[in-house]
């Protein structure tokens, strides 16, 4: 982990169990600076569907790839990069759209996640750079 005072970059390796790690990142760099603890709360929440939906669903093989993020401490608000090498998917065209008023046994599975991402976050931009899928989020203040 890379750390300046309004950036910190964190690599991890395609495993679940790293997730909590993230979480204990994103934690200090709320008291560090003084997020508000619904923010943390929401940056914690959305970090984890990205992150963990990479871990499930961006690998084909069984091999450790590494997750890196890259979060940001901006005028506006946090922005948060994570860049992988899994197989390319763009979750803003991902056509998995959830009808919320649904009952739970009626509802397709898939897309619930990516639902809750959007309603989470202020801004989320995809990318494809060669071989890299770079999501950003941007929570405002």
């Not at 997020?35 to 992150?51: D, G, R, T």
């Not at 995809?126 to 950003?136: A, K, L, S």
């Amino acid at each position: 982990m890379t750390q300046a005072s309004d950036c910190c970059t964190i690599s991890i390796p395609n495993k679940l169990t790293e997730i909590r790690h993230v979480a204990e990142v994103i934690e200090n760099l709320s008291v560090e600076w003084k997020l508000l603890p619904k923010l943390s709360k929401q940056l914690n929440l959305a970090i984890e569907e990205v992150v963990s939906n990479i871990i499930f669903y961006a690998y084909s093989d069984k091999k450790e790839h590494v997750i890196t993020l890259e979060i940001k401490n901006q005028e506006k608000g946090i922005c948060i990069q994570v860049t992988d090498d899994g197989k390319s998917f763009n979750l803003l065209e991902s056509g998995c759209e959830v009808d919320i008023n649904t009952s739970i046994e009626e509802r397709k599975i898939g897309g619930l996640g990516i639902h809750i991402l959007k309603t989470l976050v202020d801004e989320i931009k995809y990318e494809r750079r060669g071989e890299w899928n770079v999501v950003q989020i941007t929570k405002y203040y």
